[in-house]
């Protein structure tokens, strides 16, 4: 089965430009997670879907950051504009809604540098 | 509300000796736990699981953990620590079949492997 897939792996830009992450997930999971792991940390929860809708997005900075998961497959995660905090590596996880394949699949991440 | 603590942030062991990687949780609903792996600007791996199911969970890589409802822990042990095995590990609970299905993660424990 294929994994998650996330694009770009590697990001750099300058602060207060824009830049967006795409993720797809595994197919036929219905929940996706995008985390933000700054150097050394554990990842955060920045934004859950179930299907297309948002379980929570108590964490996301509103201001700046905007995901949307259009027809409940594919995701795209926004920073606009982009602030030094930033950055860090930004991982997709998709889970099955299943009984019994309860764990949760990682992308590979997009490590972002902003300058 | 959910939490994991993971009591530390540094492990060092010798090659062929013991791992001991601890964890304890907190958890309103009766709790999913992971344990994943991540090697450097590597993806998240899972390690194992416990998902209600027997608590003695054993995963890939000779790990096995011990789920322990009377001291809320969750803690990852090896008899035999390889080099290979030096990473981050992070120890991350779960609501599946509560309110909303989040995944928390843990801070993460170092693991250093010396020869």
């Known amino acids: 089965e294929a994994g998650v897939a996330q694009s770009p792996r590697y990001k750099i830009i300058e602060k207060r430009q824009s830049v967006a992450f795409w993720c797809n997930p595994i197919?036929?999971?219905?929940?996706l997670y995008w985390y933000q792991q700054i150097l050394g940390q554990g990842p955060k929860l920045l934004i859950q879907?179930?299907?297309?809708?948002?379980?929570?997005d108590s964490q996301l900075p509103k201001d700046r950051f905007s995901a949307e998961r259009l027809k409940g497959v594919d995701s795209t995660l926004k920073i606009q504009p982009a602030k030094l905090e930033d950055s860090a590596v930004y991982l997709c996880a998709s889970r099955s809604h299943f009984p019994g394949q309860l764990e949760a699949f990682f992308g590979q991440g997009t490590r972002l540098t902003v300058v | 509300a959910q939490s994991v603590t993971q009591l530390d942030s540094h492990v060092s062991v010798s090659e062929g000796t013991p791992v001991l990687l601890r964890c304890n949780y907190s958890?309103?609903?009766?709790?999913?736990l992971f344990w994943y792996v991540q090697h450097p600007n590597k993806g998240l791996q899972l390690l194992l699981k416990y998902t209600s199911a027997a608590t003695l969970v054993k995963g890939i890589n000779g790990f096995e953990a011990e789920f322990k409802k009377s001291e809320t822990s969750f803690h990852l042990t090896k008899p035999s620590a390889h080099m290979s095995d030096a990473a981050e590990y992070f120890c991350v609970v779960s609501d599946y079949g509560g309110a909303t299905n989040k995944l928390i993660f843990g801070t993460g424990t170092l693991l250093a492997v010396q020869p």
């Open positions: 197919s036929g999971h219905a929940t």
């Open positions: 958890s309103s609903y009766s709790p999913s």
């Open positions: 879907f179930q299907n297309n809708g948002v379980v929570d």
